[in-house]
């Protein structure tokens, strides 16, 4: 029987590059609660996705010479290959260039415009490319962006805004009057505090200077900006406006919205003014995490220092990996993640406490009655608090995982593991075997061990479900009454006469020093500088078709609409020409100025935001990413060849 319905969400993610075990800590809490929900019996939806507007995303696909959506294709490929090694059992997936997405964002402008809660107005303030966001002179932190610590830009343009300053005091009374709503209960003190009670200023929900993303419907010039188009995701995926019934009367409210701390603001005083505005219920709770530091600070690509899981999963086990990142780090705060600290989580709880039970257990009973599992007998004094430990364990980690206390959840699971080793060492098994007077006695430490295992295995579904699977192979064990949930509030459920088998061990102990040793070689090796492959091979006749020219910049200036391009005067020979290049964060325009470059001389011209480009120049990009133009010292009209 049902219990209802779950509607959890991750964020999603800005696909410009690879995903980190960053990314990873939150989709595996997201899959975890959404298996935990099924499997007690809920109907859930587990949302996902990729946000792929913007102007970063624009920038990057232009300098891999692609189109956004040529380059996005193969990123968001990448992460969907991802999250079937981490076996995340999403069930929907959503990408913000998917069609039915960008019809329903236009309709919700459309909605807030009609009803007066989006105006157009003219923007001026500074800028944070790599964010996506706008701050003031006030927010910044040492006059960069107080979030990601780059440098910001001055922008001015014309731009439609929504009122968030008309929900200010719904905003305030809603945390006022629903503390559960945002978790840890530090956030609402941050969002009160630092944010709506200063006082809010209207949201720029549009932009002009690019056209990466979804157009406003009613100006042409105009694509709307990245958080009325990614926040609404929660609800475009579940048909909403176009279908009001389904799965949108289904599932909305969502239970949850798991994001990083980074992005709380956006997600409750942006995303609850904008459901206000549409006179939607809001979500019942989201929850900000912390983040997975390392030694030195928090993971980043240009630092060089991120977290490959797929690494982790191929030497560990995906289990072992999605075990540590629940157990390890209490959700809500931030966390320090080092190889020593997971492999010596791995040796404690799963070689040592859960591995080694299950290894040692199985063996007694194949040593002691031929692999087959005897019916109870005779009872000892520790049965029955073992028996109580084992059977009433749900109950805490139901209110755990309510909680989305992770790591309290999975003690729970590791109080019963624990008591059912300590049970072993209280039996003594090995001394009760030396007298058959005791046989009896000895079956019933046996019957009662292998039930706790099935206990265990069937808690720890929601998290580990290789490794319980794992355990009913050896113990004997197939999907049924024996291993549904219902199951885990009842002892002597395992059925007599089982014959079990002893397999590989489920966690192998791991020699910690030898493999750091193996583990910083492989860092050392990853850090040896790589460089794209050789395209496929072309013939002398193919090169002969590219005319390569000596040019000379006469004159250079800024792009009037993208910022990330010059529009330069070149003398080629007895030739003049124009060509727009992406070059604008590398170089100022009066510093090029009589520099000798290298044209692509025949390139069929086109036309880059409106100017016509004859042309393209050639350059060179380095690991920090810094474009250098490659430049000859001979007359300009020279051939390159």
């Given at each position: 029987?049902?219990?209802?319905?779950?509607?959890?969400?991750?964020?999603?993610?800005?696909?410009?590059?690879?995903?980190?075990?960053?990314?990873?800590?939150?989709?595996?809490?997201?899959?975890?609660?959404?298996?935990?929900?099924?499997?007690?019996?809920?109907?859930?939806?587990?949302?996902?996705?990729?946000?792929?507007?913007?102007?970063?995303?624009?920038?990057?696909?232009?300098?891999?010479?692609?189109?956004?959506?040529?380059?996005?294709?193969?990123?968001?490929?990448?992460?969907?290959?991802?999250?079937?090694?981490?076996?995340?059992?999403?069930?929907?997936?959503?990408?913000?260039?998917?069609?039915?997405?960008?019809?329903?964002?236009?309709?919700?402008?459309?909605?807030?415009?009609?009803?007066?809660?989006?105006?157009?107005?003219?923007?001026?303030?500074?800028?944070?490319?790599?964010?996506?966001?706008?701050?003031?002179?006030?927010?910044?932190?040492?006059?960069?962006?107080?979030?990601?610590?780059?440098?910001?830009?001055?922008?001015?343009?014309?731009?439609?805004?929504?009122?968030?300053?008309?929900?200010?005091?719904?905003?305030?009374?809603?945390?006022?009057?629903?503390?559960?709503?945002?978790?840890?209960?530090?956030?609402?003190?941050?969002?009160?505090?630092?944010?709506?009670?200063?006082?809010?200023?209207?949201?720029?929900?549009?932009?002009?200077?690019?056209?990466?993303?979804?157009?406003?419907?009613?100006?042409?010039?105009?694509?709307?900006?990245?958080?009325?188009?990614?926040?609404?995701?929660?609800?475009?995926?579940?048909?909403?406006?176009?279908?009001?019934?389904?799965?949108?009367?289904?599932?909305?409210?969502?239970?949850?919205?798991?994001?990083?701390?980074?992005?709380?603001?956006?997600?409750?005083?942006?995303?609850?003014?904008?459901?206000?505005?549409?006179?939607?219920?809001?979500?019942?709770?989201?929850?900000?995490?912390?983040?997975?530091?390392?030694?030195?600070?928090?993971?980043?690509?240009?630092?060089?220092?991120?977290?490959?899981?797929?690494?982790?999963?191929?030497?560990?086990?995906?289990?072992?990996?999605?075990?540590?990142?629940?157990?390890?780090?209490?959700?809500?705060?931030?966390?320090?993640?080092?190889?020593?600290?997971?492999?010596?989580?791995?040796?404690?709880?799963?070689?040592?406490?859960?591995?080694?039970?299950?290894?040692?257990?199985?063996?007694?009973?194949?040593?002691?009655?031929?692999?087959?599992?005897?019916?109870?007998?005779?009872?000892?004094?520790?049965?029955?608090?073992?028996?109580?430990?084992?059977?009433?364990?749900?109950?805490?980690?139901?209110?755990?995982?309510?909680?989305?206390?992770?790591?309290?959840?999975?003690?729970?699971?590791?109080?019963?593991?624990?008591?059912?080793?300590?049970?072993?060492?209280?039996?003594?098994?090995?001394?009760?075997?030396?007298?058959?007077?005791?046989?009896?006695?000895?079956?019933?430490?046996?019957?009662?061990?292998?039930?706790?295992?099935?206990?265990?295995?069937?808690?720890?579904?929601?998290?580990?479900?290789?490794?319980?699977?794992?355990?009913?192979?050896?113990?004997?064990?197939?999907?049924?009454?024996?291993?549904?949930?219902?199951?885990?509030?009842?002892?002597?459920?395992?059925?007599?006469?089982?014959?079990?088998?002893?397999?590989?061990?489920?966690?192998?102990?791991?020699?910690?020093?030898?493999?750091?040793?193996?583990?910083?070689?492989?860092?050392?090796?990853?850090?040896?500088?790589?460089?794209?492959?050789?395209?496929?091979?072309?013939?002398?006749?193919?090169?002969?078709?590219?005319?390569?020219?000596?040019?000379?910049?006469?004159?250079?200036?800024?792009?009037?609409?993208?910022?990330?391009?010059?529009?330069?005067?070149?003398?080629?020979?007895?030739?003049?020409?124009?060509?727009?290049?992406?070059?604008?964060?590398?170089?100022?325009?009066?510093?090029?100025?009589?520099?000798?470059?290298?044209?692509?001389?025949?390139?069929?011209?086109?036309?880059?935001?409106?100017?016509?480009?004859?042309?393209?120049?050639?350059?060179?990009?380095?690991?920090?990413?810094?474009?250098?133009?490659?430049?000859?010292?001979i007359e300009d009209g020279n051939i390159v060849s």
């Amino acid at each position: 029987m049902s219990k209802g319905t779950y509607y959890v969400t991750t964020p999603i993610y800005y696909p410009s590059s690879k995903l980190h075990i960053g990314h990873t800590y939150t989709t595996v809490a997201a899959d975890a609660i959404a298996r935990y929900k099924r499997v007690t019996g809920y109907d859930v939806m587990f949302l996902t996705g990729t946000d792929e507007h913007g102007q970063k995303i624009q920038n990057v696909a232009n300098e891999l010479g692609k189109t956004p959506k040529e380059f996005l294709d193969v990123v968001v490929d990448e992460i969907k290959s991802l999250w079937q090694t981490m076996e995340i059992s999403y069930d929907h997936f959503i990408r913000t260039t998917d069609d039915y997405h960008e019809r329903r964002v236009q309709a919700l402008f459309m909605t807030l415009y009609n009803k007066g809660d989006i105006y157009k107005g003219e923007y001026e303030g500074l800028y944070c490319t790599p964010c996506e966001s706008f701050w003031t002179e006030s927010q910044l932190k040492e006059g960069k962006c107080p979030d990601c610590g780059r440098d910001v830009q001055v922008t001015k343009e014309e731009a439609y805004f929504f009122k968030l300053s008309k929900y200010q005091d719904q905003l305030l009374a809603l945390f006022e009057n629903n503390p559960d709503i945002l978790e840890p209960k530090s956030r609402i003190n941050e969002m009160v505090n630092n944010f709506i009670k200063p006082g809010l200023e209207d949201l720029c929900v549009s932009r002009s200077t690019f056209d990466w993303g979804v157009p406003v419907p009613i100006d042409e010039k105009h694509v709307i900006y990245v958080w009325l188009d990614a926040l609404s995701n929660y609800i475009t995926a579940l048909g909403y406006p176009e279908v009001k019934d389904g799965d949108f009367a289904k599932y909305w409210p969502a239970d949850v919205h798991l994001v990083g701390k980074e992005i709380v603001r956006f997600h409750t005083i942006i995303w609850f003014a904008i459901l206000m505005a549409l006179e939607i219920p809001v979500p019942k709770k989201v929850f900000g995490h912390g983040w997975i530091l390392l030694e030195g600070g928090k993971m980043s690509k240009s630092k060089g220092n991120i977290v490959d899981p797929v690494v982790l999963i191929e030497r560990y086990g995906v289990d072992a990996l999605k075990y540590f990142l629940l157990r390890e780090y209490t959700f809500g705060q931030d966390g320090i993640f080092t190889n020593e600290v997971l492999l010596g989580r791995i040796n404690s709880d799963l070689a040592n406490d859960l591995g080694n039970l299950v290894s040692r257990s199985i063996s007694m009973v194949e040593k002691y009655r031929d692999g087959v599992v005897p019916a109870i007998g005779t009872a000892t004094e520790f049965d029955a608090d073992l028996k109580q430990v084992a059977t009433k364990a749900y109950l805490a980690l139901d209110k755990k995982m309510d909680n989305l206390d992770f790591s309290g959840a999975l003690e729970e699971i590791w109080k019963v593991i624990r008591r059912t080793n300590k049970y072993i060492d209280e039996t003594m098994p090995w001394a009760l075997a030396k007298d058959e007077a005791n046989a009896s006695q000895l079956d019933s430490v046996l019957y009662n061990l292998m039930d706790n295992i099935r206990l265990i295995s069937i808690l720890i579904q929601p998290f580990m479900i290789h490794t319980s699977r794992g355990i009913w192979t050896q113990i004997g064990l197939v999907e049924g009454e024996a291993t549904q949930w219902e199951a885990v509030k009842e002892a002597n459920l395992y059925p007599v006469g089982t014959k079990i088998e002893k397999g590989e061990s489920l966690f192998p102990r791991i020699d910690i020093k030898a493999e750091l040793e193996v583990l910083e070689e492989m860092a050392a090796a990853k850090n040896i500088k790589e460089f794209p492959p050789i395209k496929p091979e072309i013939t002398i006749d193919d090169f002969s078709k590219i005319d390569l020219r000596v040019a000379t910049i006469l004159d250079a200036k800024p792009h009037p609409n993208a910022d990330k391009l010059l529009i330069l005067s070149l003398k080629v020979g007895n030739d003049k020409r124009q060509v727009v290049s992406g070059i604008a964060k590398h170089y100022k325009p009066k510093d090029i100025v009589g520099k000798k470059v290298i044209i692509v001389a025949n390139l069929k011209p086109v036309k880059l935001r409106g100017e016509l480009s004859q042309g393209m120049i050639l350059a060179a990009t380095d690991d920090a990413d810094f474009l250098t133009l490659v430049s000859a010292d001979i007359e300009d009209g020279n051939i390159v060849s």
